[in-house]
């Protein structure tokens, strides 16, 4: 009896936890269908009708009079219809339904219900998005209409240019910071640690200004090296904090014996606990790093917008307001802004759950 309850509730566990995951998926589905699509399908249709559905195909056409009077009522296939009807599309009695397919020149589709999918897909959206040059896109109208490329390639090199240095940056001093903290002794230690984690309240924007300010005196904003700087310093508190949830957790038996053997603190940072502490170093640097890559504020703050050095956040909210109705270009960018985060966190997957459990139990 007790067995068939533990399998009914991990079932309902599952269950749960593959509708939560579901729900996550299909918006990230959405967008990348939707980055694959041809403009005039985008603005037509929506992303879910690649699969196969029930909709209205042109079976055939009427061409009316060029003198028909759309005021009056309309004939086509021995009924009278309003212009209204034929613009909304209406039924009639073997299941057909008529539209307008060009109400200028007259001519009316008669349309009937079949299974279809539109599978017609293409890669020029990220070909456009990522280039600089112009290219041309075919309106639902017929009408080609000719555009410049977002040129997003130079942004993803600026936000890598950024992320990396301000993820390994400060990675490595809260390592050091987090053995000090757990393993040495020295005078005020318990008063800097807890300025660390009093650190972790201190809302970012707070110190954006003064902040901002000094950079400037000292000719650091507008740089890569004021922009790294300033990730290291609000990305610190959280990294040493959840450094030393694991590192101090590490059995003591092998520091005593590495001390009784002659090692020095650095040997055994570098010997024993960077390889001990993978699965914590792997964990927060998914965090610092997904920060880091989706950052706005802070590079806006002390980089600017200025092309050459917009990273990917800016350049794709400037999209928004510059081509607000151009879904396939937007789509295809947040796609490739997708692209990286989604790789570092599958690389460094295994080590996350490990990192997070790490400092929960002793030994």
Request: with cysteine; proline share 4%; glycine share 8%.
């Amino acid at each position: 009896m007790r067995r068939h309850k533990r399998k009914g509730s991990k079932w309902l566990v599952n269950g749960i936890l593959g509708f939560i995951c579901l729900i996550w998926l299909i918006p990230t589905l959405g967008l990348f269908i939707s980055s694959v699509r041809t403009p005039s399908d985008i603005l037509q249709s929506g992303w879910w009708t690649i699969f196969p559905h029930h909709a209205w195909k042109t079976a055939d056409q009427v061409t009316l009079p060029k003198d028909t009077d759309l005021k009056q009522l309309i004939g086509v296939l021995g009924q009278n219809y309003t212009d209204d009807q034929l613009k909304t599309g209406v039924n009639i009695s073997d299941g057909r339904r008529l539209i307008w397919e060009n109400r200028r020149n007259r001519i009316v589709n008669v349309q009937k219900k079949e299974w279809t999918a539109n599978l017609n897909f293409t890669l020029d959206n990220y070909k456009n998005v990522l280039g600089g040059k112009q290219y041309e896109i075919t309106q639902p109208d017929g009408s080609r209409k000719t555009e410049k490329g977002s040129n997003l390639s130079r942004s993803f090199i600026n936000t890598l240019t950024v992320s990396i240095p301000s993820t390994v940056i400060p990675i490595l001093i809260a390592s050091f910071a987090a053995y000090a903290f757990s393993w040495m002794r020295f005078p005020g230690r318990k008063t800097m640690f807890i300025i660390v984690v009093a650190l972790l309240v201190v809302p970012l924007q707070v110190a954006l200004i003064p902040v901002l300010k000094n950079f400037t005196a000292l000719g650091l904003n507008g740089n890569y090296l004021g922009v790294w700087i300033a990730h290291t310093g609000f990305g610190l508190p959280l990294a040493t904090y959840f450094l030393y949830s694991y590192i101090s957790q590490l059995p003591r038996d092998l520091f005593e014996s590495a001390f009784m053997d002659g090692a020095s603190n650095f040997t055994i940072f570098t010997r024993l606990i960077l390889p001990l502490s993978v699965p914590a170093l792997a964990s927060i640097g998914i965090f610092q790093f997904l920060w880091v890559w989706n950052d706005y504020l802070v590079a806006l703050v002390f980089i600017g917008s200025q092309p050459n050095v917009q990273v990917l956040s800016m350049r794709i909210a400037e999209m928004v307001g510059s081509y607000g109705n151009d879904w396939h270009l937007l789509t295809a960018a947040s796609f490739v802004s997708m692209l990286m985060p989604l790789a570092v966190f599958f690389a460094l997957q295994k080590y996350f759950v490990r990192g997070l459990m790490g400092g929960s139990v002793k030994g």
